[in-house]
C-alpha cells in the first residue's frame, strides 16, 4: 500500500496505465506498472508448495472495472488447497489421474469439470460389450442383430435390450438362443439368453469366464433431474467402445405419450446420440453408474433418444431371480390421474363429483375383469389402495407388485357423499397384451 501511494503521487503517476491485483489464498496484492519498476513479492511457504495443484477461477468473482482510480483494473480470485485431502469443499475441483480409475471421482458440488465425462465414461468402459446374434431362415444365416450389453455381475450376468437377443415373433422359442459377446479387451464368449420380457424390452444374457470379468456398478434413476448431464455407451453401427454425451430431457417419458400399446411404462428422455447398434447399453451418469438402458431413439428426428429407468430395471431383474418372468397383475381397469385443474373442470361438468383433491378416476370398468367383479363402476376415484393413499397409476402399481391372487381393499368415493370399499383379486396379465 505504502508502493501505490508513493506511485500515485509522484510525478510518474500519468505513466501508470494497468494495475492487476491477483487475490490468493492469502488475500496478498501484487501491483505491477509499466514503469519499468521490478517489485519483488514475498510468497508464503503454504502458497509455494501448493503452486503444482489445479487452480479453480470463480467466474462468479470475475470483476472487471472499466474505469477506476487507477485506469483499467483486471481482478480474478483463484482458490488454491494446500492439503489435497481438504479438496472437498463445495467449489473447489478435485483432479485425480485417469489412470487411476479406482481413485478417480466426479467434481463435488455438481460441477462438470474438464475430466468429469472422461472420467465417468473410464468406469463404465470395460463393462461394456458387444453383442452380435446370428440371424436367418430355416437354418440359413442371412445377417445378425447388433447390440451392447452391461456386465452387471461378476459371474457374467450382462444387462441387454430383448429386442437385441431374441426374436419378438418367437420369444418363447429363442429365449435359449445363442449370442456372440465381445469385450472391450478383446476377449469373445459365447452367451445365452437367460430371460427376456416382451413388454419392458429388457433382457438377461449369460457368459461363463474363467478369468475375472470388469462390472458395471447399478446407480438409481430416481435421482435424475430435467437437465442432468448423461453418457450413452455401446456399439452404434457395431462401432465399438462409442461414447456420446448430452443432458436428461424428460424423466418420466410416457409409453402412451410416443404412441406405444400396451401396459403403461415410463422413460427417460435424452438428447445422447442413440444409433442401431446402441440398443441395450448403458445410459451412465457422471459418478459413472447405470441409471438407464437404451432402447430405442426417434428416426425422423435428432436428439430423441430413450432409455428404460434403471429403476424399472431393478424389479424386473428381482421378477427375473424369483419366478424367471416377470409377473404383472391385472385388475381390468383404465385409469386417470387427477390434478386440481381436471378437478376443477370435473366438478363445474358433475356437480355430485367427489369431493377431492387427489387420486385416480376410472372412467371405464373392463366387463368381466376382477374390478367389474369386485364392483368398480365409471366415474369411481380411487383413493386408498391397500389402505394406503394413492394419487399416480405408477403407486398403485408399485403396491400390486406380483400379488397376483392376494385380496386388496379398495376405498373409492363415488360421489361427494358416498365412500365405497371394495375388495379386488388380481389376476396376472396376459403376456402378450
Known sequence: MNLLRRAVSSSKASSLIRIVSVATATSGIVYGTDAGTKISVAIPESIRESKSLPWQISQGLINRTEQSLFGNLAAFSARVNPKPEAAGAINDEKRVPVEDSDSVKPPSGGFLGR?????????????????????????????????????????????????????????????????????????????VVLNADLQSDIALVKINSKTPLPTAKLGFSNKLRPGDWVIAVGCPLSLQNTITAGIVSCVDRKSSDLGLRGAGREYLQTDCAINAGNSGGPLVNLDGEVVGVNIMKVLAADGLGFSVPIDSVSKIIEHFKKSGRVIRPWIGLKMIELNKMIIAQLKERYPMFPDVEKGILVPTVIPGSPADRAGFKPGDVVVRFDGKPVETIKELIEIMDDRVGQRIRVVVKRSNIETVTLEVIPEEANPDM
Open 115 to 191: 475430466d468429469t465425462i472422461a472420467n465417468a465414461a473410464a468406469r463404465i468402459g470395460p463393462a461394456v460389450v458387444n453383442l452380435s446374434v446370428p440371424q436367418g431362415f430355416h437354418g440359413i444365416t442371412t445377417g445378425k442383430s447388433i447390440g451392447s450389453g452391461t456386465i452387471i455381475d461378476a459371474d457374467g450376468t450382462i444387462l441387454t435390450c430383448a429386442h437385441v437377443v431374441v426374436d419378438f415373433q418367437s420369444i418363447r422359442q429363442s429365449s435359449k438362443g445363442r449370442v456372440d459377446v465381445t469385450l472391450q479387451d478383446g476377449r469373445t464368449f459365447e452367451g
